[in-house]
Protein backbone atom coordinates (compact mmCIF):
# COMPACT_ATOMS: atom_id res chain seq x y z
CA UNK A 1 0.00 0.00 0.00
CA UNK A 2 1.65 3.47 -0.73
CA UNK A 3 1.03 6.28 1.14
CA UNK A 4 2.67 9.58 -0.76
CA UNK A 5 -1.21 11.93 0.03
CA UNK A 6 -3.72 12.69 2.36
CA UNK A 7 -6.01 10.33 1.10
CA UNK A 8 -3.91 7.80 1.02
CA UNK A 9 -2.89 8.34 4.58
CA UNK A 10 -6.20 8.15 6.09
CA UNK A 11 -6.72 4.41 3.93
CA UNK A 12 -3.72 3.27 5.51
CA UNK A 13 -4.78 4.61 9.04
CA UNK A 14 -8.10 3.08 8.41
CA UNK A 15 -6.44 -0.39 7.50
CA UNK A 16 -4.40 -0.76 10.44
CA UNK A 17 -7.30 0.01 12.98
CA UNK A 18 -9.73 -2.44 11.16
CA UNK A 19 -12.51 0.06 13.02
CA UNK A 20 -14.75 1.88 11.62
CA UNK A 21 -16.69 3.53 14.01
CA UNK A 22 -13.64 5.56 14.13
CA UNK A 23 -13.04 6.13 10.52
CA UNK A 24 -14.47 9.87 11.31
CA UNK A 25 -12.37 10.46 13.42
CA UNK A 26 -8.80 9.57 11.54
CA UNK A 27 -8.76 13.37 10.03
CA UNK A 28 -8.24 14.30 13.91
CA UNK A 29 -5.44 11.64 14.59
CA UNK A 30 -3.76 13.11 11.73
CA UNK A 31 -4.17 16.60 12.79
CA UNK A 32 -3.35 16.05 16.22
CA UNK A 33 -0.22 13.50 14.59
CA UNK A 34 0.71 17.14 12.89
CA UNK A 35 0.48 19.38 15.75
CA UNK A 36 3.42 17.02 17.75
CA UNK A 37 5.89 17.05 14.82
CA UNK A 38 5.34 20.96 14.48
CA UNK A 39 6.60 20.91 18.55
CA UNK A 40 9.03 17.87 18.16
CA UNK A 41 10.65 18.17 15.10
CA UNK A 42 13.30 20.31 13.05
CA UNK A 43 15.28 19.60 10.06
CA UNK A 44 16.76 21.20 7.39
CA UNK A 45 13.46 20.70 4.94
CA UNK A 46 11.94 23.37 7.97
CA UNK A 47 14.16 26.32 7.13
CA UNK A 48 13.05 29.34 5.42
CA UNK A 49 14.51 32.46 4.76
CA UNK A 50 12.76 35.72 4.31
CA UNK A 51 13.67 39.75 3.71
CA UNK A 52 11.39 41.88 6.01
CA UNK A 53 11.56 45.46 6.28
CA UNK A 54 10.81 46.72 9.91
CA UNK A 55 7.86 49.53 10.42
CA UNK A 56 9.50 52.00 13.37
CA UNK A 57 11.32 48.89 14.51
CA UNK A 58 8.63 46.33 14.40
CA UNK A 59 8.37 43.57 11.77
CA UNK A 60 5.60 40.96 11.80
CA UNK A 61 6.44 37.10 12.44
CA UNK A 62 5.59 35.07 8.89
CA UNK A 63 2.88 33.25 9.29
CA UNK A 64 4.41 29.83 9.79
CA UNK A 65 6.89 30.70 11.50
CA UNK A 66 8.36 28.17 14.29
CA UNK A 67 11.34 29.48 16.12
CA UNK A 68 14.15 32.00 14.64
CA UNK A 69 17.56 30.61 13.61
CA UNK A 70 19.14 33.74 12.86
CA UNK A 71 18.36 37.49 12.42
CA UNK A 72 21.24 39.49 9.50
CA UNK A 73 20.36 43.31 8.93
CA UNK A 74 20.76 44.22 5.22
CA UNK A 75 22.96 46.84 5.76
CA UNK A 76 25.79 47.73 3.30
CA UNK A 77 28.06 44.97 5.73
CA UNK A 78 25.59 42.69 7.24
CA UNK A 79 25.79 42.11 10.38
CA UNK A 80 23.99 38.85 13.26
CA UNK A 81 21.65 40.93 15.45
CA UNK A 82 21.91 39.42 19.06
CA UNK A 83 18.52 38.09 20.17
CA UNK A 84 17.54 39.16 24.33
CA UNK A 85 14.83 37.98 26.22
CA UNK A 86 11.95 40.69 26.09
CA UNK A 87 12.69 41.02 29.99
CA UNK A 88 16.40 42.32 29.40
CA UNK A 89 15.73 43.80 26.33
CA UNK A 90 13.03 46.40 27.73
CA UNK A 91 15.43 46.75 30.82
CA UNK A 92 18.05 47.88 28.31
CA UNK A 93 16.17 50.11 26.16
CA UNK A 94 13.06 51.23 28.15
CA UNK A 95 12.36 53.93 26.14
CA UNK A 96 13.01 53.55 21.74
CA UNK A 97 14.04 56.98 20.41
CA UNK A 98 15.23 57.57 16.71
CA UNK A 99 18.05 59.14 18.40
CA UNK A 100 19.62 57.49 21.37
CA UNK A 101 19.91 53.83 20.23
CA UNK A 102 21.81 54.14 17.38
CA UNK A 103 22.00 50.93 15.00
CA UNK A 104 20.06 47.62 15.69
CA UNK A 105 22.65 45.26 17.66
CA UNK A 106 19.49 43.37 19.41
CA UNK A 107 16.36 41.92 18.89
CA UNK A 108 13.65 39.78 20.78
CA UNK A 109 10.19 38.30 19.92
CA UNK A 110 6.65 39.04 21.07
CA UNK A 111 3.50 39.61 20.42
CA UNK A 112 3.79 37.68 17.38
CA UNK A 113 6.69 40.31 15.94
CA UNK A 114 10.04 41.20 15.85
CA UNK A 115 11.82 44.08 17.77
CA UNK A 116 14.10 46.03 17.29
CA UNK A 117 17.10 47.76 18.94
CA UNK A 118 16.75 50.84 16.48
CA UNK A 119 12.88 51.81 15.55
CA UNK A 120 14.40 54.32 13.17
CA UNK A 121 16.57 51.26 11.08
CA UNK A 122 15.27 51.22 7.65
CA UNK A 123 17.07 48.40 6.49
CA UNK A 124 15.16 45.46 5.72
CA UNK A 125 16.25 42.11 8.02
CA UNK A 126 17.02 38.56 6.67
CA UNK A 127 15.03 36.06 8.82
CA UNK A 128 16.46 32.47 8.98
CA UNK A 129 13.99 30.54 11.11
CA UNK A 130 11.77 27.13 10.94
CA UNK A 131 8.26 26.94 9.40
CA UNK A 132 5.83 25.08 10.24
CA UNK A 133 4.94 21.66 8.02
CA UNK A 134 2.32 22.08 5.63
CA UNK A 135 -0.78 20.27 7.14
CA UNK A 136 -2.35 17.62 5.23
CA UNK A 137 -5.88 18.82 5.52
CA UNK A 138 -5.09 21.77 2.61
CA UNK A 139 -2.22 20.65 1.22
CA UNK A 140 -2.84 16.65 0.02
CA UNK A 141 0.95 16.16 0.97
CA UNK A 142 4.19 17.54 1.89
CA UNK A 143 7.76 16.87 2.31
CA UNK A 144 7.07 14.91 5.68
CA UNK A 145 4.80 12.68 4.35
CA UNK A 146 7.30 11.98 0.77
CA UNK A 147 9.80 11.85 2.87
CA UNK A 148 8.50 9.85 6.25
CA UNK A 149 4.99 8.16 5.52
CA UNK A 150 6.17 5.97 8.27
CA UNK A 151 5.82 8.70 10.50
CA UNK A 152 2.72 10.02 9.80
CA UNK A 153 1.37 6.39 9.94
CA UNK A 154 2.33 5.75 13.62
CA UNK A 155 1.94 8.93 14.64
CA UNK A 156 -1.96 8.56 13.67
CA UNK A 157 -2.40 5.54 15.35
CA UNK A 158 -0.43 6.51 18.67
CA UNK A 159 -3.37 9.36 18.87
CA UNK A 160 -6.24 7.01 18.12
CA UNK A 161 -5.16 5.04 21.45
CA UNK A 162 -6.20 8.01 23.29
CA UNK A 163 -9.99 7.27 22.13
CA UNK A 164 -9.41 3.03 22.01
CA UNK A 165 -7.63 3.35 25.65
CA UNK A 166 -5.72 0.48 24.62
CA UNK A 167 -2.46 0.37 26.55
CA UNK A 168 -0.79 -1.95 24.72
CA UNK A 169 -0.94 -0.35 21.05
CA UNK A 170 -0.33 2.89 22.71
CA UNK A 171 3.12 1.70 23.60
CA UNK A 172 3.42 0.00 20.79
CA UNK A 173 3.07 3.29 18.99
CA UNK A 174 4.45 5.32 20.92
CA UNK A 175 7.96 3.35 20.30
CA UNK A 176 7.09 3.32 17.07
CA UNK A 177 6.91 6.70 16.40
CA UNK A 178 9.39 7.72 18.54
CA UNK A 179 12.25 5.52 16.83
CA UNK A 180 11.51 7.03 12.93
CA UNK A 181 11.48 10.71 15.09
CA UNK A 182 15.05 9.94 16.23
CA UNK A 183 15.98 8.60 12.72
CA UNK A 184 14.98 11.76 11.25
CA UNK A 185 17.10 14.06 13.69
CA UNK A 186 19.83 11.66 12.94
CA UNK A 187 19.61 11.63 9.26
CA UNK A 188 19.42 15.60 9.22
CA UNK A 189 22.38 16.07 11.40
CA UNK A 190 24.56 13.62 9.32
CA UNK A 191 23.27 15.45 6.06
CA UNK A 192 24.69 19.12 7.86
CA UNK A 193 28.07 17.78 8.05
CA UNK A 194 28.82 15.22 5.56
CA UNK A 195 31.48 15.20 3.42
CA UNK A 196 34.05 16.71 5.46
CA UNK A 197 35.54 16.50 8.92
CA UNK A 198 33.47 18.39 11.86
CA UNK A 199 35.18 20.85 14.19
CA UNK A 200 32.32 21.38 16.92
CA UNK A 201 34.68 24.02 19.05
CA UNK A 202 34.30 25.89 15.20
CA UNK A 203 30.97 25.46 14.68
CA UNK A 204 29.84 26.70 18.36
CA UNK A 205 32.40 29.88 18.24
CA UNK A 206 30.62 30.75 14.28
CA UNK A 207 27.00 30.14 14.57
CA UNK A 208 26.39 29.11 18.26
CA UNK A 209 23.71 26.79 17.48
CA UNK A 210 24.65 23.48 17.99
CA UNK A 211 22.02 21.13 20.26
Not at 21 to 36: G, H, N, Q, R, V
Not at 96 to 124: C, F, K, M
Not at 157 to 185: C, H, P, W, Y
Request: charged share 20%.
Amino acid sequence: MSITNYTELQTAVASWLSRADLTSLIPDFIALAEAKFQRELRTRNMEAITSITPTAGVCALPADFLQARRIYVNADQPYELEYLTPENFYLKYPVLTTWSVGPSRYYTIQDESIYLSDIASGNAISLLYYQKIPDLATNSTNWLLTNHPDLYLYGALFESTNKTKNREDRAFFTEAMNVVLGQIAKSDKHGKFSGSAFNKAKYLTNYRDWE
